[in-house]
């Protein structure tokens, strides 16, 4: 076969020397090294290229020239018959090749051929591995071949797009005629095993295209979306371009440019991509978005980081990418499988009808007759939970009607009106809200909204775009509402059916995020738009300052249970005043827990589900008791012992009066933090610990609501054996994630109790492991014993997202509101051994640990600390304080200290 034809001047523009590289290939004592040195600079040149701006289309068609023709002088370095040919097939196949593709190739044999190729096929193979290129090939007479495309989707899509490069053109003919429609895969076979195949392909990553990591070929939205659209239409229309695909009436002119646009994009990507990591990624991890977007142009400013800017481009680009492949794909779906279906029509009303379950208009100009219609179609499909979707001409008209929707159509009291009606849609809420935002409505009706699609943040807590977040909120409400969750969610599910307007739950959960990215506090922000959107949507001025003061408060609820001490009835009455009454209680309780199981799957545990609940009842005691009337704090230890007494006295074992006597030497605060059911425990097994003057460590699982919450680790000790910092470096050892650890003396008596709440890496409970509690209990024994010593912090290498996501430590010091304790925040990257090695810095100042509540969000911990000096009295002296801190962040950044095994972030 003749060799490709490349043009002097793309020979120079590429790096390319074809005549210098011929003779090259006379003189040089082996053939490899004219080969390297040619596809090196091919290479060097088209990397150069890119690096100027090149068209991203030309450099991936003309490396697959250059290779065309490097392939062609190593096919010729054999001698070949005429019954085998090499065909290009998969990227390679079309002609499309970026810097680390592999090059796929087929060597195709005629029937009884294959002996007869053997050894040249494998010379010519080795040949091009040795020269460096990146080959994937597979080796077929023509039976073979025509065999596994019966049987294989993918093959029988390669051979559509294969094409010619050396050897005889008449076989690929012949299996092309062999694996033709009317002989295997026909049409609707060949369309359906395509759809199975994306359905497959886009569950692999969750059915979004909002990853925070996202595989810009295989996700959906991604290129091999746009490929899916190619083959199918190839197949049906036998066209292999856009170009000719275009001239089939199959896209608009504008569908068109979003889909050839999306992919320059794309393919821009995929080539930096491959030139960073050196290799054929195609997930755009952390390590590369900074520099893709550095590369894209993108600066930081004061709203967004450049990383952010460039992947709400990337998110906004295969969102639209992914609305087109459904739309055109429902197309072909019309037009392949049901041509021949009998066609039932039910209307609806003069605007709409289903044609076999899909909703349609009635009119192509509904929407510019009745612009309503626009949101009308979503309120039908939230009320009727037997249409299957929307037709594909009618989500084409919503697109181009789309113009429509403008200021004066989002104040029409008739679309508001729609727009409430759609909030109370009794079916497939969420999912009406998600085709809004695909078809582009909710961005026009709501422009708030508009502003936060796609827009994500840099971290590693919020793993959801804003958009993607806030409809997962309006999702996990809704989750309450049925039956089958309560085991799961119990409180949340009894409050939300309570609530007065669940409207009004929803807009709050829709505007709690909208304002984040435009600098300033965006719950201030987004409860001013909040107000204004309820106001116009016909809510009561008391609905529309409830709804603001939920969106100006959504954190709160959260962060005073994860950082502030709620066994403090000071704390509990402080949030009570906030809160002000039992309905803004409710509401907010709804929201936070809609809010955090929303923001990250891994937020969500029992243990934060306790303290959630725990501040929910607290609260809603002080407010029946009357914010004038706040509790006495002897008032609660009394209680709270009276109700410990009586768990005791179920004992048999157990003396009225020797509890009395062992709570005497223990301080009042542990009355205030322990329930009297923890404390029942904790006394009987002291009480029975024949051995006082060793340590007692007892494990068991807490129960909340009726479920194994948490795992708490009691100690008991010698005051000056420093647990918190030798329990620590054992529990994490064992991988344990502690929640939260109190510690309490018990001064008369010269000892330490200490309780440490702890989740397995999967956030389970380790009480029902009586071989793990075991070693537990065996090894913290072990460490207590040695003084003054402690384990090796066990080295574990940092998880390589962590590793792009460091920060310096900060830290905060002040004393709480009673000036009982001081409050040490710190703020730091997570790292393995994190806790283990603050409680040894605070050992090395003398401080005494009173409460800690621990808190990961993502790459980073957010802990707070109650601690004392040594006389168990605040820190009141400034250069200590100081030095603590300073300490605290030198040492947990520091890359080598002594003693401290510290990783490199």
């Known amino acids: 076969m003749n060799r490709p034809t490349i043009p002097a001047f793309e020979q120079s523009i590429f790096g390319f020397d074809e005549k210098a590289f011929g003779r090259a290939l006379q003189t040089a004592d082996t053939v490899i090294t004219p080969f390297k040195d040619a596809q090196e600079a091919i290479d060097r040149h088209l990397d150069m290229r890119f690096h100027e701006g090149e068209n991203v289309r030309k450099l991936i068609h003309a490396r697959a020239l250059m290779i065309d023709c490097l392939i ?15 065909i290009a097939v998969g990227g390679y196949g079309r002609g499309e090749l970026h810097p680390k593709s592999d090059i796929d190739l087929l060597v195709l044999m005629a029937n009884g051929e294959s002996k007869k190729h053997s050894q040249h096929i494998e010379q010519f193979i080795t040949l091009l591995w040795d020269i460096g290129l990146d080959i994937g090939h597979s080796v077929r007479t023509l039976n073979e ?10 093959v029988a899509t390669s051979i559509t797009e294969a094409r010619i490069l050396q050897g005889n053109r008449i076989l690929l003919e012949e299996l092309r005629t062999k694996t033709a429609p009317q002989n295997m895969w026909a049409n609707d076979d060949f369309f359906l095993a395509k759809m199975n195949e994306q359905n497959d392909r886009h569950a692999k990553y969750n059915n979004t295209e909002y990853n925070l990591e996202p595989n810009i070929k295989n996700a959906p939205g991604g290129l091999r979306d746009i490929q899916t659209i190619k083959w199918v239409a190839k197949r049906f ?13 199959l896209f608009t002119e504008k569908e068109y440019a979003i889909l050839t646009d999306g992919e320059d994009f794309l393919w821009r990507v995929r080539y930096g991509l491959h030139l960073l990591a050196k290799r054929p990624e195609e997930r755009l991890l952390f390590e590369y978005q900074r520099e893709l977007a550095t590369l894209f142009g993108y600066k930081d400013t ?34 392949i499988l049901k041509l021949d279906q009998p066609i039932e029509i039910t209307p609806i009303n003069e605007r709409f009808q289903l044609r076999n379950n899909y909703i349609e208009v009635t009119q192509v100009n509904v929407f510019s007759d009745t612009p309503s219609a626009l949101l009308e179609i979503f309120v039908l499909l939230g009320k009727h939970k037997d249409i299957i979707g929307i037709r594909a001409l009618t989500i084409r008209l919503i697109r181009e009607s789309r113009y429509l929707i403008d200021d004066a159509f989002s104040k029409d009291p008739t679309n508001n009106q729609l727009f409430l009606d759609l909030l109370s849609s009794p079916h ?24 936060i699609i796609g827009q994500m943040q840099h971290d590693l807590f919020h793993i959801y775009t804003v958009d993607a977040h806030t409809l997962n909120v309006i999702r996990f ?16 599910c009894q409050i939300i059916k309570r609530l007065g307007n669940i409207e009004l739950l929803y807009s709050a959960g829709l505007y709690h995020d909208i304002a984040k990215g435009r600098g300033g506090d965006h719950s201030t922000l987004g409860a001013v738009d909040v107000a204004k959107f309820c106001l116009q949507h016909q809510f009561t001025a008391r609905e529309a300052r409830l709804a603001a003061w939920l969106v100006e408060n959504h954190l709160l609820m ?52 306790s303290l959630m609940s725990e501040l929910y009842v607290q609260t809603k005691r002080a407010l029946r008791r009357g914010l004038e009337n706040p509790v006495d704090r002897h008032e609660l230890i009394e209680d709270t012992q009276q109700a410990a007494i009586k768990y005791l006295l179920l004992k048999d074992n157990v003396s009225k009066q020797a509890v009395w006597d062992f709570w005497k030497t223990v301080d009042e605060d542990y009355f205030l933090r322990e329930t009297a059911k923890d404390i029942a425990w904790h006394t009987e097994a002291i009480l029975a610990h024949t051995t006082p003057e060793k340590p007692l460590v007892i494990i068991s699982d807490s129960s909340v609501l009726g479920e194994h919450a948490v795992t708490q680790i009691f100690i008991r000790a010698d005051l000056k054996q420093n647990i918190f910092a030798a329990t620590t470096t054992i529990l994490d050892h064992f991988n344990l994630n502690i929640q939260s650890a109190q510690i309490h003396s018990a001064t008369s008596s010269g000892h330490t109790m200490d309780t440490f709440y702890v989740l397995d890496q999967d956030d389970l409970p380790i009480g ?19 003084a003054d010593k402690y384990s090796d912090i066990i080295k574990r290498r940092i998880p390589r997202q962590l590793k792009y996501f460091s920060a310096p430590t900060r830290t905060s010091i002040h004393n709480d509101i009673s000036n009982e304790y001081t409050v040490l925040e710190v703020i730091s990257p997570d790292r393995p051994g994190f806790l283990a090695r603050l409680a040894r810095i605070l050992v090395e100042y003398n401080i005494e640990l009173v409460t800690a509540k621990i808190t990961t969000l993502g790459e980073r911990v957010e802990d707070i600390f109650f601690i004392t000096d040594a006389d168990g009295n605040p820190l009141s002296d400034p250069a200590l304080c100081e030095q603590l801190q300073h300490a605290i962040c030198t040492q947990l950044d520091a890359k080598h200290i002594d003693k401290i095994v510290s990783e490199q972030l």
């Open 72 to 86: 062609h002088y190593a096919w010729h370095q054999f001698p070949w018959g005429e019954g085998i040919s090499l």
């Open 145 to 154: 071949c025509v065999h596994i495309v019966s049987q294989d989707i993918t």
């Open 237 to 249: 229309f036998n066209v292999d371009t856009f170009e000719k695909l275009n001239q089939t009436g």
């Open 302 to 335: 004061d709203e967004a980081l450049a990383i952010e800017q460039f992947m709400h481009r990337y998110y906004r680009i295969v969102l639209a990418l992914r609305e087109l492949n459904d739309v055109l794909l429902q197309f072909l779906d019309e037009a």
């Open 428 to 451: 497939r809420l969420v999912t009406q809200l998600k085709r809004m935002v695909r078809y582009g409505v909710l961005g026009l009706y709501l422009p708030e909204f508009g502003r």
């Open 477 to 492: 409400m809704r989750k309450f509402l049925l039956q089958k969750n309560n085991d799961k969610y119990p409180l949340a």
């Open 558 to 609: 959260s962060s005073i249970s994860q950082k502030k001490d709620i066994s403090d009835p000071d704390e509990i009455h402080d949030f009570a005043l906030i809160v002000g009454d039992q309905a803004r209680l409710d509401y907010l309780y709804v929201l936070t827990v809609a809010d955090m199981n929303a923001t990250n799957p891994d937020i969500w545990n029992s243990w934060r589900a």
């Open 768 to 786: 029902q492991n009586p071989e793990i509690v075991t070693q537990i209990i065996d090894l913290l024994l072990e460490e207590f014993s040695i």
